[in-house]
């Protein structure tokens, strides 16, 4: 978050050698009799981040994070937690917190009571709690609520309980199991930059799980791709969206084109692909690493592909094809455009002006991109 | 440093005392007392309190005796009153069974497929009878089943009849007593079950062709199913073993297993012969209740999913 | 068609439970009849209370009543803390050893044949008054203890109900909070499950006031229950002081069950006038 006028923010714990992490999974695996839920996982994760794990259902995601709450143990491996080995410890014994899916805010007691319960587990003196319970209600805009039952409150309000009773006890790390799941898309947003500036506010490393992209995209530092009880990439929401390191994760993150070929030059700075696919040649004007002859996909997202009805020049990364479909979504349009090798080619246009070229159904057009925006990725 | 495998252990105790405290119990009071049961089934009767010989004695001389008694089940697979009381008892049950079923399915249908409210009110009207002491409404029975009794009166007052109708003391009344008393018993899980079909299917059934009778018969029964199995054991299984019931509306005629027991045992002194009928009773009924308790679990992995 | 079908259902209740009622309803009519005979009216002295004023000074029945008040009350809770545990345990603690053995002797009671159970009970007692000298004869200790292992079944059958519906992420949560196990039990599950622990408190309570065959064979002299009187009473045919019993009995349960009924129906009031605000 370089602000322009200011000295240059220090690098990213994540890419500072020195920097110590401050959760570390090393190396943990957990199965359920045949089945592996988690496959050999190591994760650093740096104090202040919110980190995300990301992936669909059945990845392993909830199991990481339930392992990190305490409430399973690795079959193997260890979970530091600053500096100190958590593996067998039970979750009324750390310095972590969970925000469960469901809340789980305790029926039979009153938002207050609920909020003060995990102070009175530690023995915290009463006026104490009085006093951190009240200005945690204030932090998350529920000091009016403070007497009254859970079954009378909204699901967004519940959330917000559910977080204070958490966070009431500073813990080293937050857990959230998939916070925005139940909400709908209005108070979702708002809820995430909430989320963000309250974590910003009280310094706590966040640790979200989440099946949804645009969540993980909106409140992560960094992200996590899990797939099949493996991180499959680790990295920030750009760096995972635009350098995706294989094709599950360019697939799952966003829409992305993807044409299969072989690499007919392969040089240190620049790589050109032959796809029978796309009926071209691809031109990428970085280096890859591929053995020779290796069968490759280029990666192209929609958005960084101009459409145009007359023909640009150049040889490569063009080619012809005609408008099958079209979505107005709005803010932008995308287009389904059948190429003569019959791949279908997704577009997006920003409707940036009403009177723009006007594309229709059947029409003959011409699909191009800059040489720096197809990502290579060899599996 | 924190005492993980402490901790561990004491888990571990914890779980262990709150599962091992009723466990004992039952063993203690449930289990061992089958175990003395068959074994004073083996032994001989005798005039003494108890009255039964000890099954292992000292025969002098650094020698045991063991006296296995046969002779109480050879008695009561011989003697014809033991047989047919057991044949009889069986049939009543599963007679009384179906009659619950027939009378109990529509009403459980009927509470199902109503209204919320109406729902809430009919289960308790239902219930209430149950709540209410077994013993006093088979008595109720007395008075409306005996010569001068209330339904003998009315047909009489109403000249359907000159001479009122034998009722009480025959099969007949036997077999009003259990069906009315079991009939909770049938309509509960009946109910509990029904009240989980998803209705559309029905519809679906008649969208696809089936006359409504028909749509019941291919839809509705086949997934009651389990409910039907459940209600029939909660009936069946006691009715068989029933007691209370023969004593006051049966006559001496009849012959149910769960009186017999009781009069060897209460007014004959012969307990070696009575725990002998409550074995055979035991190994007749088991098979129905290990039905009965697949047929529970399968519901409630039905409920999980 | 669909008419036709309500019509049968609809006579199908109506027969039901008049067929249930019937009988309930001649008992209260008749517990006001004067005649001895109780079902033949007598006209010129009914109706009357004079049988009520009998039985309210029948010591035999009021001695019986107490007794089978305090088993009862005793059996309840006893019943309702064994039958917690026990159906905690079948619900929570996955497999364990034992379990299908625990799973097997807490739903055998609720199926099988009174006379078993009572029979095999007062065997134990004769056994073990043989070989340890405990329990001395048969009295309340022994009905009760007879009492409570059939009717924990019951409890523990409500209860691993009730769990089975459970928010498990309750009490997760206390315990990510930081409290231990234990302490997550007695402060966050039992206070929410308490309702079903009631219901099952009120079913053993009724089981064992109920009861007969269990407690003719594990009682002693000088410890009839109720039930054991009013059996002995009707052996021998009608008594109009039973017909009182019945109708005290039924004006009792009706009471309290119109009263929970209402008082769920107002609680249901109150919450849809709280969502709809």
């Known amino acids: 978050m370089n602000i322009p006028g ?371 990725v060899t599996r | 440093m924190y005492k993980r495998s402490l901790l561990k252990r004491l888990g571990l105790t914890g779980r262990g005392i709150v599962a091992a405290v009723p466990f004992i119990w039952l063993i203690m009071f449930f289990a061992v007392p089958f175990i003395i049961v068959l074994k004073i089934s083996f032994s001989d009767i005798d005039l003494a309190i108890p009255p039964y010989k000890p099954l292992i004695e000292w025969a002098g001389h650094n020698l045991i005796a063991i006296k296995v008694n046969f002779n109480n089940y050879v008695f009561l697979f011989t003697d014809h009153l033991y047989l047919n009381a057991f044949i009889n008892s069986i049939k009543v049950a599963f007679i009384s069974t179906v009659l619950c079923l027939l009378i109990g399915y529509p009403m459980a249908y009927g509470i199902a497929r109503s209204k919320p409210a109406t729902r809430n009110l009919l289960l308790l009207l239902v219930v209430l009878p149950f709540w209410t002491s077994l013993l006093l409404r088979v008595y109720a029975w007395i008075g409306l089943l005996k010569a001068n009794g209330v339904i003998n009166n009315f047909l009489q007052w109403m000249g359907l009849i000159h001479e009122p109708l034998p009722m009480l003391y025959t099969q007949f009344a036997m077999y009003i007593g259990i069906v009315y008393s079991y009939l909770p018993f049938m309509i509960l899980p009946l109910y509990s079950n029904l009240e989980k079909m998803d209705w559309q299917l029905l519809e679906a059934a008649q969208d696809l062709g089936c006359k409504p009778w028909q749509a019941f018969y291919k839809v509705t029964l086949p997934l009651s199913r389990n409910g039907i199995l459940a209600g029939s054991m909660l009936v069946f299984i006691p009715a068989v073993g029933e007691f209370v019931i023969p004593a006051l509306l049966g006559g001496p005629n009849a012959l149910m297993i769960g009186r017999i027991l009781w009069d060897e045992f209460f007014s004959n002194r012969a307990w070696p012969v009575a725990s002998a009928v409550a074995i055979l009773l035991l190994i007749v009924l088991v098979p129905f209740m290990m039905w009965y308790q697949s047929v529970q679990a399968r519901e409630s992995a039905g409920d999980r999913r | 068609m669909n008419e036709r079908r309500s019509l049968f259902i609809l006579c199908c209740l109506g027969f039901g439970f008049a067929f249930l009622y019937l009988p309930i309803l001649s008992m209260v009519v008749f517990s006001f009849n004067a005649s001895r005979l109780v079902t033949v009216w007598d006209s010129a002295n009914s109706p009357t209370l004079k049988w009520y004023y009998s039985l309210l000074g029948n010591d035999e029945i009021l001695d019986a009543a107490l007794i089978s008040l305090k088993v009862a009350v005793i059996n309840a809770t006893g019943a309702s803390i064994l039958g917690t545990l026990a159906g905690f345990s079948l619900s929570r603690f996955g497999k364990f050893r034992g379990r299908v053995a625990l799973n097997a002797m807490t739903t055998a009671p609720l199926v099988m044949p009174e006379v078993i159970t009572g029979l095999s009970l007062l065997m134990t007692f004769v056994a073990m008054q043989q070989l340890i000298g405990w329990p001395v004869g048969r009295g309340l200790t022994t009905i009760t203890i007879a009492h409570i292992t059939f009717s924990m079944a019951f409890v523990t059958v409500v209860i691993q109900s009730r769990l089975s519906t459970f928010d498990m992420s309750l009490e997760e949560a206390a315990m990510d909070l930081g409290a231990h196990p234990f302490k997550v039990f007695f402060v966050i599950t039992l206070p929410i499950i308490f309702p079903a622990i009631l219901s099952g408190w009120l079913l053993a309570f009724t089981m064992s006031w109920d009861d007969l065959v269990i407690s003719s064979f594990a009682s002693g002299p000088g410890s009839s229950t109720l039930p054991m009187v009013v059996f002995s009473k009707v052996r021998l045919g009608v008594s109009p002081e039973i017909n009182v019993l019945a109708t005290l009995t039924i004006t009792v349960v009706t009471l309290i069950m119109i009263t929970v009924a209402w008082w769920m129906a107002r609680s249901a009031r109150i919450e849809r006038e709280r969502l709809r605000s």
């Not at chain 1, 592996?36 to 650093?44: E, G, N, P």
């Open chain 1, 6 to 376: 200011t000295a240059p923010a220090k690098p990213a714990p994540w890419k500072d050698p020195n920097a110590k992490p401050y959760v570390q999974i090393e190396r943990v695996t957990k199965k359920f009799g045949d089945f592996t839920a988690v496959d050999d996982v190591s994760l650093k994760i740096y104090k202040g981040e919110i980190f995300c794990l990301l992936g669909a259902s059945g990845c392993g995601k909830t199991t990481l994070l339930r392992m990190l709450g305490g409430f399973e143990t690795p079959t193997s491996g260890r979970i530091l937690i600053d500096g100190e080995d958590m593996t067998g410890v039970p979750p009324y014994e750390r310095p972590v917190n969970m925000m469960f899916q469901s809340y789980a805010i305790f029926p039979h007691m009153n938002v207050e009571q609920n909020v003060a319960f995990g102070l009175k587990q530690d023995r915290v003196p009463k006026a104490e709690i009085k006093e951190r319970v009240a200005t945690m209600l204030e932090l998350v805009k529920m000091s009016g609520f403070a007497k009254r039952k859970p079954h009378q409150l909204s699901g967004g309000q519940r959330q917000r309980v559910a977080l204070a009773r958490s966070l009431v006890k500073r813990p080293k790390l937050l857990l959230l199991d998939e916070p925005l799941g139940a909400l709908d898309k209005k108070l979702r947003e708002h809820t995430q930059f909430e989320l963000i500036s309250l974590q910003d506010k009280l310094g706590v490393t966040f640790v979200v799980v989440t099946h949804d992209q645009e969540e993980a995209m909106t409140l992560a530092s960094r992200i996590g791709v899990m797939n099949h009880g493996e991180i499959v990439q680790s990295g920030t929401p750009s760096e995972i969206y635009e350098f995706p390191s294989t094709k599950f994760v360019a697939d799952f993150i966003g829409s992305v084109n993807m044409f299969e070929g072989k690499l007919i030059e392969d040089e240190p700075n620049y790589v050109r692909i032959q796809s029978d696919e796309l009926g071209g040649t691809v031109f990428v004007n970085h280096g890859i690493s591929a053995p020779p002859e290796a069968v490759v996909w280029a990666a192209i997202r929609p958005e960084k592909i101009f459409m145009t009805t007359a023909c640009p020049e150049g040889n490569d990364n063009v080619v012809q094809g005609s408008v099958q479909d079209i979505a107005y979504l709005g803010d932008l349009s995308i287009f389904l455009v059948k190429l003569p090798t019959g791949k279908i080619v997704r577009v997006t246009r920003p409707n940036t002006s009403r009177h723009a070229e006007s594309i229709t159904w059947d029409q003959q057009v011409y699909l191009s991109w800059d040489s720096s925006s197809p990502v290579v």
